[in-house]
C-alpha cells in the first residue's frame, strides 16, 4: 500500500465531461485494472457479501480511477485510495438500504431499561457440518456481515487480504491505535459467533 | 516490562499480528507463559485469523471484467445515483401509460382526419362533375367558371396541391 495516493481527490469527478486519452494513458488504466481489480473485488464482495453490490462497488471505484486517470501519478499505490472508495460507496449503500438490514447485530439493542447485546444463535446447526467448506465460507460471511461496517472492513482488509495495521490506517484514514482495538474487537466477536469453527480449527492444529 | 491480565488480553491481537514492539512482545509472552485464559484467548484469536485468512478468494464475473475494462461504455455512479425501486417503477409504469395512450389514440384522431379530407375532397369532386355535368356549355356556364376562378386563386396563393388537380 505504501504512500497515500494523494494526487487525487476523492471529489467525485464531473460525470458530464467526456473523457478521451491517449493509448499510453489506456495502457496505464489497463495495468491498474490489472493490479487491483480482483482484490478490490474480493474486498467490495467480503464487506457486502453478495455479487451484485460487490460488482457496483467496485465497479464504481475503477470507474471514479478512470476518470480521474491523468490525476494519478504513474505507479502511485492505489489500494488506500481504492479501498477507501469502496468502504465510503459501502457506508452510503447501506445508509439507502432499509433499516432492518442497516442494522448492525454487535450494536446494543437500546429498550427502555437499557441497553442489551444480542444473542447469536449457535451457527454449527450440526456437527458433519462443521467440515463442510462451503457451508463454513457462507457461515463466515454471513457472520461477517453482523458486524458494524467500521469493524467489518478494519477485519477484512486484515485477515481477509493481509495488510498492515499502518497501510489499514492510512487507507481508512484512522489512527494506529483505533485499527488495533477494531481489529480485537471484531475477532473477539467473531471467535464468538463462530464458536464450534473456532473449535475445529483449533483441533486441526492439535491432531 | 510487565503486563496485568487485562493489558496484556488486549494486547493479544496486536501480538498474533506481529505488531507490537520488542518490550510489548516479551511482556505479553511472558504473561502468556502465567495465564491459561490469555493463553486460551490467543489461540482463539488465531484460529479466527486463520478461519478469514482461507476463504476462497471471490471470482469476479464476467460482466465486472466486461465494465471495468470499458468504463467508459458502463453506466456512471451506479451506486450513488440508483433509485429506488419503488421510483423506477413509476417511471416504467408511467412510461407505458403514455405508449398505450398514443397507441390506441393514433387511429382514432387519424381517422378523424381522414374522414374530414376524405369529405372535403368528395363534395369538391361532387360539386366539380355535377357543375360539368349541368352545363351544356361549361365556358359561358357561371357555376363552371366559378370553379375556375377558384381554382386559379388557389394556385396564385400558393398552395401547392389545388383542389382542381384531382379534376383536371
Redesign the interface.
Known sequence: MGRPAAVVSMA?PN?SQP?SYTTEELAR??AI?QRY??HV??VA??MTGN?AD???????A??RV??ALRRVEPDAPLESWLYRIVSN?HI??LR?RPRGRVESLDAPVETPRGEFLREMPDPASSPEAIIEREQ??AT??RV?GTLSEDLRMV??L???E?Y??EEIAMSLRVPLGTV??R??RA??I??QR?GP???A??RG?ER | MTLNHARASRLLSAYLDRELDAAETAAVQEHLLDCAVCRDAYDRLRATKALLGELPVAEPPAEFWAAVRTPQRARPATVAVRRPVFGRRVVWASAAAIVALALATTPLVKGTIDRLHASEIGVDLYVRQHAQAMSAEPFVDRAYLGLMTGDADLVLSGDATPAGAAAR
Open positions: 467525485r460525470a473523457v488504466y489497463d485494472v481489480a480482483r473485488y474480493n464482495y467480503r455479487e460487490a460488482r457496483d462497488l467496485s465497479q464504481e475503477f470507474l478512470y476518470r460507496l452510503d449503500l439507502k463454513l465460507d463466515i460471511q461477517l477485519v477484512v486484515s485477515d481477509v493481509g498492515s495495521y488495533k482495538s481489529l480485537h475477532r473477539q467473531l471467535q463462530l469453527y473456532v473449535d480449527r483449533r492444529w
